[in-house]
Structures are given as structure tokens and as C-alpha cells.
């Protein structure tokens, strides 16, 4: 029996009440050592200068000195943290066996939320020390001159406001509402640098920091220059439901693996700004494309500026743009089949021309809205042959930046046999980019070597019904091919649905049709969560001896669920050998 037939994937109940899924921080075995690595190390540091201060003749001094030490090397830590460049590089080494260079945000997280309590520690001591110091004077030191009338003092205190100020823009509200608050604030720290060298004369610091912040200078100019010399042309701006927007972009001499992710910047918005999206389209296609979900400053304001163009009158070309493109490999193969075909689309256009149907006016974001494809089963993509090709207007579309592309956990996908692909709403982008490149990989299979990958299950959760619309055409292209023993998708509706929804759906699903929501026929939609128990069980007792897999992009929550269910079934499943290999990735759209 096939899983796709298997009850492992029906849906559970959707809760009444959905803070029933939260759940507290969870203590992994993977976690807990990568803390203890981090921690333990500094903590036995402390320890020896104490001991070191007390052989001295003051613990006190000793205990200040050591944080003081420890407050450099986490600076430190925090810059080389945050060179993408320089970590992607140790990606690509035998470092990777031991360390999740993929984690290297959490790292940098981790060395900040130290640094800020060894700050603490550092401020108290001094006001500590210097409160002594003027009880033991009778009041002839004061505190209060010790702490602002001394320069060390003063600049002390600023770098500390600094800090907060930080702080405050570093929160996830303001991450994810005001990102360029955020980002304006985080580079504060280039004023902490420069106030340290004045606030210290020990030269301790220049050795510590030196290397480290060369290394991201570095790493930051590098991403400059690539960032600003590639400039690629927007190609068509397609509008999705549910306040989703797609981007499709040139290629250019961008070479992108499947998941990984890019930032872009617009500089009609801001030049300064660059903001990290997954990328959605496959490596074998000849353009890029991003989707971005409509959710805060900047990406209003990137709606406002395509309105903006919406006077502007277009310049007709003679191209069309699809869902998915056709593969290199099979651009021009097999064009006799289709020459009947292409002659009636050729017909229709022209008689479009002949009526001068063209709108006076574009507006960017209601280009290609319901323009579909769908997969040859030759292999080769063709064109919908309901619909004719919908006609490209070039028109003054802003100019964008791009730099990268990223690593990103997605990208490892065809490193395993068997692999799982769980997205929760818009953490589809990096599944996308993947289940595009699959297709391409099968066309390529049937000239070459087999595949590493055998099996991929890809599960989607969507709270709301209109969410499946933004990868449609895909999803119904792939279910075409019948590929059910390479590919099966399953895809999940675990909001509430309405009573008049309810009914709608009940009306219009045809038993012997395809399914009422995404139209796929080998697909069925399923309402209610996924019982990740029964997955996992049931994929593993499939794959014995066989390392699965598991990438997953969504919730913080569901990603917590996901990781106890990977542990305890690790632990189930080890007598037959199998191994979920969990890999989270953070949404960049």
C-alpha cells in the first residue's frame, strides 16, 4: 500500500483555542550543548581570574577584569557571527559535520543577550566600587563625580543608552512592523565600537576586536559591491490573495541553489535598506522570483511605488511570462507537436492586436493575476492550451538592488534519499524554489544518472483557503505529471472555516473531480492539523536504515512541536536505523 493512501496523513480536530499550541521554550539535547559550549567555557574564565584577583589581593578586581575580558570576546563574537560571506565559506568545509553554520543568527542572538548581561554585571560594579569608594572617603570622592564628571564616565553612560536604544529596536515587534527602525538602530554599534576606544585605555581591546571587525568590514563591503553592481530589471509584478506579492526578476549572473535566499533593496524607497527574501524560483529557470508578503512599512510602501506607475503608458513586447518557465534542456525540443498550437496562439494575438484591447493604462500588480500553465507529459513545459499567452508591457518599473544568493537549510534537500518538506502559510517560499527544481531534476534524470532523492512528501499548512492560491499552478502542474511515487503534497486548512464556506465546498467538490479548493486531482485538501505522530511513524517504519530529511519553514510554535516529535521518533525508530534529520529554517519573505 502506497502512503498516499495511508491514514498517517488525515487531519486532526483544529482547536477552539489556538494558544493551546503554545508552548514554552524547548530544552533539546542538540540545544543544550550548544549552550553548554558557549557558556560553560566563559563561566570557568570568570572562575580563574576570581581566583587569579584574590592571589592578588582583591577577588573584587579580579571578577571585573575577567568580565571585562569576557565583554570583548563577545563582541567579537558578535561581528564575525554576522559575516554571511565568511560563514557560507565554512559551510562548504568539514566544519559543517560539526557545527550548524545555519544557526550562525542564533549565535549571534545568543553572544548579544551575553553581552548585554555581562554589561549589566560591569555597570554595577563600578557603581558598587565607586559607592565604597566614597563611603570609605567620608564623602570627599563622590559618587556622582566619579560617574559623570569624568570622561570614562560620561562615555560610559552614552554607550549604555546606545545599548538600550538597540535593544528596544531589536524586539520581534519591531523586527517585523518597523524594520527600518530596526535596522537604522542595530547599526548603532558602530558608535559602540568607536566610544570603546575612548571609554578604555587598556589596549586589550584593540586585540580582541581588531581581526573580528576587519572580518566584517570586509564581509560588509564585499556584499556592497555586489549588492550595488547588480541591478537586475523587474520583469512582471503578479498579485496573489490574502496581501501576497510576486516579483519576477532577471537572472543575470546570479547563481542560486534551490531554497536559498536573496536581499533586495529598492532605492526609491530607501537606499539604504536591504530586506531578505526566499527565493521561489528554481536554479534551472532563466529568471528570478520572490514572493513577499504584505506586512509592514517597507512593503507598503513597495506597493505604493508600483501604484505609483500605474499612469505611466506601457510599451507592448512580444513576450510572454508563465508560472513556471520552460527548462533550458527543453526549449526547443519536440516543436513540431506544438506548432499547430502555437500557430492558433500566434492568431489570437494578432486579432488582439487588430481590436487595440490593450488597456490605456498598466497597473503592475494586476499583471498576469490568473494566467496559468501546466506540464507536458513529454516533460517539457507548455503552455496552457485554454489560455493564450498574456502579454508583458514594459513600462517604468523601479530599479532594485540584489545581493547574494544566501545558504539556507532548504538547499540540502537533494543531499538525502527520502525528504519531508513541512511549510506552515508563507513558509512555502523555499519549498517552491525546491519542488520547481525536482521537476526539472526529472526531466534531467531521463538523459542521466538517477537522482539522489527518491522520495519527497511535501506538507502544507494554510490557515486560510485563498493561501493556496499563490502556488496553484505549480501544485496543479506537478499533480498532472502523476508522479506520486517521486512527489505526494498534502495540503492542510487549520483555521476555521465558516458555516456559508463549509457549504460552498460541500457544493462544489465532485467525487469523481478534482479537489474543491486547489483543483488537484491526486491532492486532497485536508481540514484540520496534520498528526505529525502518525507521519513520522509511518514514514519511518518505510525508510529502515535510511537518514530522512525533515525541512520545515513556519511558526516559531509549530517549529517547537516539530522538533519534540523529530526527537522522540529518532528515539522510537533508532532500532531500525532511521534518522529524522531536522533542519528549521526562518521565513525570509
Known sequence: MQIAHSHAFDALPVPNNPEENKRFLLVTPRRLVFVSVWFVPQVAFLIFKIVQGSHNGSSFTGY?????????????????????????????????RFFDFDKHIHAHKLASYTLVFLIINHVIAHYY?????????????????????????????VMMFTVVLILAGAIPYMRRKHFEIFYLLHHLHYVVITLIFFHTKDTRFHYFITAPLSVYLLDRLYRLY???????????????????????????????????????????ISWFEWH??????????????????????????????????????????????????????AKHSKLA?????????????????SKSSLPPYYHPLDSMSHHRTS????????????????PIYDINLPKIRVDGPYSAPTQHVFEFETAVLISGNIGVTPMSSV???????????????????????????????????????????????NISEILEIRTYITGQLSVDQIRNI?????????????????????????????IYEDIGMRNPGTNVGVFFCGSKHLARHLRRTNSRWNSELSHRGTKFVFHEEKNQS
Open 226 to 268: 555586489r549588492g550595488f553592481s547588480n541591478r537586475p530589471r523587474i520583469l512582471s509584478v503578479i498579485r496573489h490573495p490574502s496581501g501576497v506579492i510576486e516579483l519576477r526578476f532577471e537572472k543575470r549572473s546570479i547563481k542560486p541553489k534551490a531554497g536559498q535566499y536573496i536581499y533586495l533593496n529598492v532605492p526609491s
Open 337 to 353: 507537436e506544438d506548432s499547430e498550437h502555437q500557430q492558433h496562439q500566434k492568431e489570437q494575438c494578432a486579432s488582439s492586436k
Open 435 to 481: 519542488l520547481k527544481s525536482l521537476y526539472y531534476q526529472l526531466i534531467m534524470a531521463r538523459k542521466s544518472s538517477p537522482r539522489t532523492t527518491k522520495k519527497v512528501y511535501f506538507i502544507w499548512l494554510c490557515r486560510e483557503t485563498q493561501s493556496l492560491e499563490w502556488f496553484k499552478d505549480l501544485l496543479a502542474a506537478l499533480d498532472e505529471e
Open 506 to 534: 460541500a457544493l462544489s467538490q465532485d467525487p469523481d473531480g478534482p479537489d474543491a479548493i486547489t483543483g488537484l486531482y491526486r491532492s486532497p485538501t485536508y481540514y484540520g492539523r496534520p498528526n505529525f505522530d502518525k
Open 276 to 329: 531578505p527574501f526566499t527565493l521561489t524560483s528554481a536554479p534551472e529557470e532563466d529568471e528570478l522570483s520572490v514572493h513577499i508578503r504584505i506586512n509592514g512599512d517597507w512593503t507598503r510602501r513597495l506597493v505604493h511605488v508600483f501604484r505609483q506607475h500605474e499612469s505611466t503608458r506601457p510599451r507592448r513586447l512580444e513576450i510572454a511570462h508563465h508560472s513556471i518557465s520552460y527548462p533550458p534542456s
Open 129 to 157: 566600587k565607586f559607592y565604597k569608594l566614597e563611603q570609605q572617603t567620608g564623602g570627599k570622592i563622590k559618587m556622582s563625580n566619579l560617574l559623570f564628571n569624568g570622561t570614562t564616565g560620561r562615555i560610559g553612560h
Open 64 to 96: 571585573n577584569n575577567g568580565v571585562e575580558d569576557l565583554m570583548m570576546f563577545n563582541i567579537s563574537s558578535i561581528f564575525l557571527f554576522m559575516a554571511p560571506t565568511l560563514v557560507g565559506l565554512l559551510r562548504e568545509t568539514a566544519l559543517k
Open 375 to 390: 506540464l507536458h507529459p513529454s516533460g517539457m513545459f507548455n503552455t496552457n492550451k485554454i489560455l493564450p499567452p498574456v
